[in-house]
């Protein structure tokens, strides 16, 4: 069934282009995949920044910082194979707005997500329609922003969080084959880049919240160490392509000020990790926590983010101009 | 704006004074007519209500090259309209066009009828140079059009702007701007066919190796023995098809130039990697060293400028009696443009003029031999009205030129 209302392709579909390098025996490319530079607890730089669409009520624009290798791949160009991808989004909001008439009366704000990954975010082109993944994100990002939003407030009106996702992080190291191990990685981390630009967005759109909201990952790796054995540890603001087995990851949108997790999402075996000798936490506790600090540190980000946007309404608004 | 504004809000008495932003919304058609026509006793210049004149275009800037999985991406940013189109190649598989067999020009080496006679044609025409290239360019363009190697896909539900709703099928206006942009490809001819195709070159065969190609694929074992002969076995095994997709992440009026200026940005960063045919694994691989992929070779460099045409009393043709006809309006229109004027055709507009405006002009121009040239008009497209005539369309496309100078500089620099 072709789609009428888009520009299609050869009927017969395309191929992806296969690259003679992968094609070769693993032990060539194994030396290729990326390297971890930060520390276990040192999270990516986070480029954030509100009110660059002006057609909606609110905006943000998310970027994570690229890791050692893809800025090393981007200055001095060898391959046209990316080691690794950063993550790249764009988030709206559009209203507090009146509920159109057909719709039944509610008593709070109707929040409604959407996330749409652009075709060429991933490594494998997209569709134009949401499949089940990218509605399953939007979900998750409801759960985490409804928990945030003083919906009663706004009494019958609803509000639109589009978020397009113009570059996603990977799932795995492309030279890997999908294994035991595997999950969509990638997404976890796009959940929690989408949870701080939204709010971010929200903030800008000035509509009520608890708190900002900041989301964060954490995840237990088994890297082999120099002597072959796999200590499963844990780490900070995964990048799934520089990690060969990811055990378990989890994501949560936390509000520091009231210390309060609105979301979590966690997958994997957890009871694997090796914590410090005098650590009586379990996995999914230290895991949880990681991801925790991870929503900290993103959180001071947020703060200075929403703080220009402020700033910049203050300058708009009438009265405020004349100070500055 | 602040002396803009303070012309706005004059006439009316200080008791209903709306601010500017509030009598903007409520009467915009008076409001854009008081800034362009402003009262000659303030002394304030004809100028629009963003602040540009009529004939200027927004601040435009491109970024390429910044997304990861794409083979060549752009960002164009046109005032706080904003595109960002990503090129994906993938391969086509000439096995996998069902036509292909048909359709294909015969190799040379085959003895087919349709061969010999244009074998035979082929000496009457070797002499003019000139028609020779026209065929062989119109084989190019075939092979673009007919097999949908161009796959140009614009996105406005990205919440770019309120009313479009995002998880909808693509609106009226996102299919328009795509096909515009599938027919402004395919006319204008920007990509070659050439850059798209895939070779392969048989290895110069034995007779015994040669026995065994000729069994799986139909070759003639009278074909042409020698160089010339193993020139001609060269087929195509593959396409590259680019998949073209622009998301108008933020849309404040005119994205057709946007989208088009992202496109062209993107084509011109665009690296298709070096692709063989692989006989032992039976399909196409490509190599990943950069140094060995090219950029694509673009025919030309078309640019496209959008117009609105603003009048101060658009239903004035209508109300009259007898329906004025060309000559009459421009009579009509000279004399009374002597006290002021009554249109105005705003180059580059925003949201707010296009809602404002009935009449829209695209014109896509492009100059010869990279600007010393001279200005072609590729594209022109005037609709939803007649205050545009031949004259003023002139001026127009001398506009468009000068913008072509603009955007070829922003192009470069990025």
């Given at each position: 069934?072709?789609?009428?209302?888009?520009?299609?392709?050869?009927?017969?579909?395309?191929?992806p282009?296969?690259?003679?390098?992968?094609?070769?025996?693993?032990?060539?490319?194994?030396?290729?995949?990326?390297?971890?530079?930060?520390?276990?607890?040192?999270?990516?730089?986070?480029?954030?920044?509100?009110?660059?669409?002006?057609?909606?009520?609110?905006?943000?624009?998310?970027?994570?910082?690229?890791?050692?290798?893809?800025?090393?791949?981007?200055s001095s160009?060898?391959?046209?194979?990316?080691?690794?991808?950063?993550?790249k989004?764009?988030?709206?909001?559009?209203?507090?707005?009146?509920?159109?008439?057909?719709?039944?009366?509610?008593p709070?704000?109707?929040?409604?997500?959407?996330?749409?990954?652009?075709?060429?975010?991933?490594?494998?082109?997209?569709?134009?329609i949401?499949?089940?993944?990218?509605?399953?994100?939007?979900?998750?990002?409801?759960?985490?922003?409804?928990?945030?939003?003083?919906?009663?407030?706004?009494?019958?009106?609803?509000?639109?969080?589009?978020?397009?996702?113009?570059?996603?992080?990977?799932?795995?190291?492309?030279?890997?084959?999908?294994?035991?191990?595997?999950?969509?990685?990638?997404?976890?981390?796009?959940?929690?880049?989408?949870?701080?630009?939204?709010?971010?967005?929200?903030?800008?759109?000035?509509?009520?919240?608890?708190?900002?909201?900041?989301?964060?990952?954490?995840?237990?790796?088994?890297?082999?160490?120099?002597?072959?054995?796999?200590?499963?540890?844990?780490?900070?603001?995964?990048?799934?392509?520089?990690?060969?087995?990811?055990?378990?990851?989890?994501?949560?949108?936390?509000m520091?000020?009231?210390?309060?997790?609105?979301?979590?999402?966690?997958?994997?075996?957890?009871?694997k990790?090796?914590?410090?000798?005098?650590?009586?936490?379990?996995?999914?506790?230290?895991?949880?926590?990681?991801?925790?600090?991870?929503?900290?540190?993103?959180?001071?980000?947020?703060?200075e983010?929403?703080?220009?946007?402020?700033?910049?309404?203050?300058?708009?608004?009438?009265?405020?101009?004349?100070?500055? | 704006?602040?002396?803009?504004?303070?012309?706005?809000?004059?006439?009316?008495?200080?008791?209903?004074?709306?601010?500017?932003?509030?009598?903007?919304?409520?009467?915009?058609?008076?409001?854009?007519?008081?800034?362009?026509?402003?009262?000659?006793?303030?002394?304030?210049?004809?100028?629009?209500?963003?602040?540009?004149?009529?004939?200027?275009?927004?601040?435009?800037?491109?970024?390429?090259?910044?997304?990861?999985?794409?083979?060549?991406?752009?960002?164009?940013?046109?005032?706080?309209?904003?595109?960002?189109?990503?090129?994906?190649?993938?391969?086509?598989?000439?096995?996998?066009?069902?036509?292909?067999?048909?359709?294909?020009?015969?190799?040379?080496?085959?003895?087919?009828?349709?061969?010999k006679?244009?074998?035979?044609?082929?000496?009457?025409?070797?002499?003019?140079?000139?028609?020779?290239?026209?065929?062989?360019?119109?084989?190019?363009?075939?092979h673009?059009?007919?097999?949908?190697?161009?796959?140009?896909?614009?996105?406005?539900?990205?919440?770019?702007?309120?009313?479009?709703?995002?998880?909808?099928?693509?609106?009226?206006?996102?299919?328009?701007?795509?096909?515009?942009?599938?027919?402004?490809?395919?006319?204008?001819?920007?990509?070659?066919?050439?850059?798209?195709?895939?070779?392969?070159?048989?290895?110069?065969?034995?007779?015994?190796?040669?026995?065994?190609?000729?069994?799986?694929?139909?070759?003639?074992?009278?074909?042409?023995?020698?160089?010339?002969?193993?020139?001609?076995?060269?087929?195509?095994?593959?396409?590259?098809?680019?998949?073209?997709?622009?998301m108008?992440?933020?849309?404040?009026?005119?994205?057709?130039?946007?989208?088009?200026?992202?496109?062209?940005?993107?084509?011109?960063?665009?690296?298709?990697?070096?692709?063989?045919?692989?006989v032992?694994?039976?399909?196409?691989?490509?190599?990943?060293?950069?140094?060995?992929?090219?950029?694509l070779?673009?025919?030309?460099?078309p640019?496209?400028?959008?117009?609105?045409?603003?009048?101060?009393?658009?239903?004035?043709?209508?109300?009259?009696?007898?329906?004025?006809?060309?000559?009459?309006?421009?009579?009509?229109?000279?004399?009374?443009?002597?006290?002021?004027?009554?249109?105005?055709?705003?180059?580059?507009?925003?949201?707010?003029?296009?809602?404002?405006?009935?009449?829209?002009?695209?014109?896509?121009?492009?100059?010869?031999?990279?600007?010393?040239?001279?200005?072609?008009?590729?594209?022109?497209?005037k609709?939803?009205?007649?205050?545009?005539?031949?004259?003023?369309?002139?001026?127009?496309?001398?506009?468009?030129?000068?913008?072509?100078?603009?955007?070829?500089?922003?192009?470069?620099?990025?």
């Open positions: 069934m072709t789609d009428r209302r888009r520009i299609n392709g050869p009927p017969s579909g395309t191929r282009a296969v690259f003679a390098s992968s094609l070769n025996s693993a032990s060539d490319i194994a030396t290729g995949r990326p390297q971890r530079q930060r520390q276990p607890n040192e999270l990516r730089k986070i480029f954030l920044k509100t009110g660059l669409i002006p057609s909606a009520s609110g905006s943000a624009y998310l970027e994570y910082e690229p890791s050692a290798s893809l800025a090393a791949a981007r160009p060898k391959s046209l194979i990316p080691p690794s991808s950063a993550l989004l764009a988030c709206t909001v559009h209203g507090p707005k009146p509920l159109p008439r057909s719709a039944t009366f509610s709070n704000l109707v929040l409604t997500t959407h996330i749409k990954y652009a075709p060429f975010a991933a490594r494998k082109r997209k569709g134009h949401r499949d089940a993944s990218e509605r399953d994100l939007g979900v998750h990002l409801e759960t985490a922003l409804r928990g945030v939003i003083v919906a009663e407030r706004w009494p019958k009106s609803g509000l639109d969080i589009t978020i397009t996702i113009l570059e996603a992080e990977d799932d795995r190291w492309w030279g890997d084959a999908p294994d035991s191990h595997d999950a969509p990685w990638g997404m976890m981390n796009v959940l929690a880049g989408c949870i701080t630009a939204a709010s971010a967005a929200i903030s800008d759109a000035r509509i009520d919240c608890l708190d900002l909201i900041a989301g964060g990952v954490a995840a237990i790796v088994a890297d082999e160490s120099e002597d072959g054995e796999a200590k499963p540890k844990l780490m900070l603001d995964t990048d799934p392509a520089e990690h060969k087995a990811i055990l378990s990851a989890c994501v949560v949108a936390y520091p000020s009231r210390d309060e997790i609105t979301e979590i999402w966690l997958k994997g075996d957890s009871s990790a090796l914590l410090g000798p005098d650590d009586k936490r379990s996995g999914h506790e230290a895991l949880l926590d990681g991801a925790v600090d991870a929503a900290r540190g993103a959180h001071s980000v947020l703060a983010a929403v703080r220009e946007s402020a700033e910049r309404f203050a300058g708009l608004a009438p009265g405020g101009g004349a100070t500055q | 704006m602040a002396p803009a504004a303070a012309t706005a809000a004059q006439p009316t008495p200080p008791s209903l004074s709306l601010p500017p932003s509030q009598f903007a919304r409520l009467q915009p058609h008076a409001y854009l007519l008081a800034h362009l026509s402003p009262p000659a006793s303030s002394n304030q210049p004809s100028i629009r209500a963003n602040g540009r004149a009529p004939s200027q275009f927004r601040v435009t800037s491109a970024n390429t090259g910044s997304l990861t999985h794409t083979n060549g991406s752009a960002v164009v940013r046109l005032g706080d309209t904003t595109a960002v189109c990503g090129v994906r190649a993938e391969i086509l598989h000439t096995e996998d066009i069902a036509s292909w067999s048909v359709s294909r020009p015969p190799p040379a080496s085959s003895s087919t009828p349709a061969n006679r244009r074998k035979l044609t082929d000496p009457t025409a070797k002499p003019s140079e000139k028609s020779d290239g026209n065929n062989k360019e119109d084989a190019d363009e075939s673009i059009q007919d097999f949908n190697l161009l796959v140009p896909n614009l996105s406005l539900s990205t919440g770019c702007a309120p009313g479009f709703i995002p998880g909808a099928p693509p609106s009226a206006l996102a299919q328009s701007l795509s096909h515009q942009i599938l027919s402004l490809l395919h006319s204008t001819r920007l990509v070659r066919a050439e850059d798209l195709r895939i070779w392969y070159q048989p290895p110069n065969l034995g007779p015994e190796e040669l026995e065994r190609h000729n069994e799986s694929e139909q070759m003639d074992v009278d074909a042409p023995q020698g160089d010339a002969g193993a020139e001609k076995n060269r087929e195509i095994k593959a396409f590259w098809v680019l998949y073209i997709d622009v108008i992440v933020s849309l404040a009026g005119n994205p057709f130039d946007a989208a088009w200026a992202a496109v062209l940005a993107a084509l011109r960063d665009t690296r298709l990697p070096r692709a063989w045919w692989d032992d694994n039976g399909m196409v691989v490509c190599s990943d060293a950069v140094s060995e992929a090219r950029k070779s673009l025919q030309g460099l640019v496209s400028s959008s117009f609105g045409v603003f009048e101060a009393d658009a239903a004035s043709g209508w109300r009259a009696e007898v329906i004025p006809d060309a000559e009459e309006e421009r009579a009509l229109d000279d004399s009374s443009r002597k006290g002021n004027q009554r249109r105005w055709i705003l180059a580059d507009p925003d949201g707010y003029e296009e809602g404002l405006s009935q009449e829209r002009v695209c014109v896509v121009v492009d100059k010869e031999q990279g600007g010393k040239g001279k200005t072609v008009v590729v594209k022109l497209e609709n939803g009205g007649w205050a545009v005539d031949a004259k003023e369309l002139k001026a127009l496309v001398d506009i468009s030129a000068q913008r072509w100078e603009d955007i070829k500089q922003i192009l470069e620099q990025c």
